[in-house]
């Protein structure tokens, strides 16, 4: 298969390793721990989705503050020239890295990066899948990326098929974990392909670690930092809301200057003022959500080779 226009930049400055997904699943602590590894070299840009569905991108829709757009024109790094300028600044040895959380849930993109790069080492996270949909939901929501405010409308809306071509917020197709991994292990060696548990990265961070580094062949460090991220935080006042999309389109079309601290922390310190952690899920949400989620533990369990107790548990049990 050919990728893009693949003359115009050399292949070896393909990514040697993809952080693919879950969303919600503690990809963006993996991926700030790794970018402070002086092997390693990750773009400020965490996201490019290059991979996502290259042939067929045209008939994606992105929900963005009230208005469904072409996903295309949200994406800076859709083109291959743009998309292999991320790593035009890596030193010499270093390997490189990205991480765009919808290529788990991307149909095409496991061969595509297999065609771009066969050697490359594949990292999926994963999280208990109703906890997952619930966090995505509102982490979508506090973005104005959610058009409902209700996560059982959003769910029936996904059940009923009407999200198929939405990106980012199908979050029944976003939890079929069984699918998703095989389209990685039909066409990677499972030794190249890494999976990991947000539960277990709660519970020991410290052994998560070690087993990424030594997934990548890198030294692991004698301190590690896992930092926690993308915590979800509602806002409902109008500034609220504005402060959120303005640093949302600042950081999407202008990410160098989104980066410099007089921009991107008085941003950060306004939304974390205005805001407010988003309410538990329901019993009856949860209920609905076991219902249309499939249930996949067995399936993923056999996949890792254990038995996963917390998910199960998860699955069932109803908030206080």
């Known amino acids: 298969m050919n990728i893009e226009s693949r003359s115009t930049a050399s292949v070896d400055r393909y990514p040697d390793f993809f952080i693919v997904g879950a969303a919600k699943a503690g990809t ?11 092997d390693i070299y990750l773009p400020r840009e965490k996201e490019p989705h290059y991979f996502f569905d290259i042939y067929e991108m045209d008939k994606w829709k992105y929900w963005d503050s009230g208005n469904l757009v072409p996903l295309r024109s949200t994406l800076k790094y859709a083109s291959l020239q743009r998309y292999l300028s991320l790593f035009a600044s890596a030193n010499e040895g270093q390997i490189l890295g990205e991480g765009s ?15 771009a790069n066969p050697e490359a080492k594949i990292i999926i996270c994963l999280r208990e899948p109703i906890g997952r949909a619930f966090s995505a939901f509102t982490y979508a929501r506090s973005r104005g990326e959610e058009p409902e405010n209700s996560f059982l409308r959003a769910l029936n809306s996904c059940a009923l098929g009407h999200r198929r071509r939405q990106f980012a917020i199908d979050y029944v197709s976003g939890s079929d974990y069984e699918s998703q991994i095989n389209r990685y292990l039909e066409v990677f060696p499972r ?9 277990d990265l709660i519970r020991d961070s410290l052994l998560v670690c070690e087993e990424v580094h030594n997934f990548l062949g890198v030294s692991v460090p004698q301190t590690l930092f896992l930092p926690p991220s993308n915590v979800s935080v509602e806002i409902q006042s109008g500034v609220g809301m504005a402060v959120r999309v303005a640093a949302k389109r600042l950081r999407r ?14 941003m950060q310190f306004l939304i974390n003022k205005l805001g407010k952690r988003p309410p538990r899920m329901t019993n009856e949400e949860r209920s609905f959500a076991a219902f249309v989620i499939p249930d996949q533990i067995a399936a993923i369990g056999k996949i890792l080779g254990r038995d996963l107790v917390s998910w199960r548990t998860a699955r069932t049990r109803e908030e206080s």
Not at 101 to 115: G, M, R
Not at 191 to 199: A, H, K, P, W
């Open 253 to 266: 079309y202008s990410p160098e200057l989104f980066d410099q601290p007089i921009f991107r922390m008085p």
């Open 101 to 115: 959380t919808q290529y788990l849930h991307s149909t095409t993109a496991a061969k595509d990066i297999y065609a």
């Open 191 to 199: 030794n190249q392909v890494l999976i990991i548990l947000m539960e």
């Open 28 to 38: 963006t602590s993996i991926y700030q721990m790794l970018s402070k590894h002086s």
